[in-house]
């Protein structure tokens, strides 16, 4: 167990529809990345958040968008979806404490997005 | 930008063997930090380890090793007497250490199967 929650862990909805996922970081850590992981593309970097900010930007599409809330979860916005948006989204939070650290990402077990 | 290659798409071994698993990558940063991920058929991604770009000893790990070769760009993964619980999807993964953020970029990952 990582730590990284993340709900729900299934969800099927339609195109055109729109979908939030939702993230809890591991206790402490102020940093939630999201990636996307496809069959064509692989693990893709979506969007950092550090403390409420964001900080830094992937190949996120327009439709989708990201917040972290002052207690730390994040919330991922898909809208507008497509078919091509079916896909495992990932959360993972790190250990940042500052100058020097590692980088080291503690990945939650997915949100499978399928669209019909 | 960088890239990280995992040209083995797809292993098969039978269990006790050893097997390796190759990663090279790219990057123009001095200072990197390369990692290795397992994703089991349960679909998470489990953290195996993290290397920065200053330290090239080998490390083991019980039946895991690693093996990191500037010079080749080459950051490799041994399984040594492989089980049947390895059987997963491999990932090696690049990152840089600059303005606070870990972004990770991924190979496409090999599929380990580990034939009983």
């Known amino acids: 167990d990582s730590g990284v929650t993340q709900t729900p862990k299934h969800l099927i909805t339609a195109t055109g529809q729109r979908v939030t996922l939702r993230c809890s970081p591991r206790s402490g850590d102020l940093s939630v990345y999201w990636y996307q992981q496809s069959l064509d593309q692989g693990l893709q970097f979506l969007i950092q958040?550090?403390?409420?900010?964001?900080?830094a930007k992937g190949n996120i599409l327009e439709r989708f968008s990201a917040q972290q809330f002052p207690d730390l979860h994040s919330e991922l916005n898909l809208s507008s979806l497509e078919l091509g948006d079916s896909a495992l989204y990932f959360c993972?939070?790190?250990?940042?404490?500052?100058?020097?650290?590692?980088?080291?990402?503690?990945f939650g077990e997915g949100s499978r997005l399928t669209v019909l | 930008a960088q890239k990280v290659t995992q040209a083995q798409t797809e292993i098969s071994v039978v269990e006790k063997e050893d097997v390796t698993l190759d990663c090279v990558y790219e990057?123009?940063?001095?200072?990197?930090?390369l990692f290795w991920y397992k994703q089991p058929p349960s679909g998470e991604l489990v953290f195996l380890i993290r290397r920065n770009s200053f330290d090239e000893q080998n490390e083991i790990s019980g039946r895991y090793s690693w093996n990191f070769q500037k010079s080749t760009s080459s950051f490799n993964f041994t399984i040594t007497a492989s089980q049947v619980v390895d059987s997963a999807v491999y990932f090696c993964a690049l990152t840089y250490s600059g303005a606070g953020s870990y972004q990770l970029t991924f190979g496409k990952g090999t599929k380990l199967s580990v034939i009983p």
């Open positions: 990057t123009r940063d001095t200072t990197y930090y």
């Open positions: 958040y550090y403390n409420g900010e964001e900080r």
């Open positions: 993972a939070s790190s250990v940042e404490k500052g100058g020097g650290d590692t980088g080291e990402l503690f």
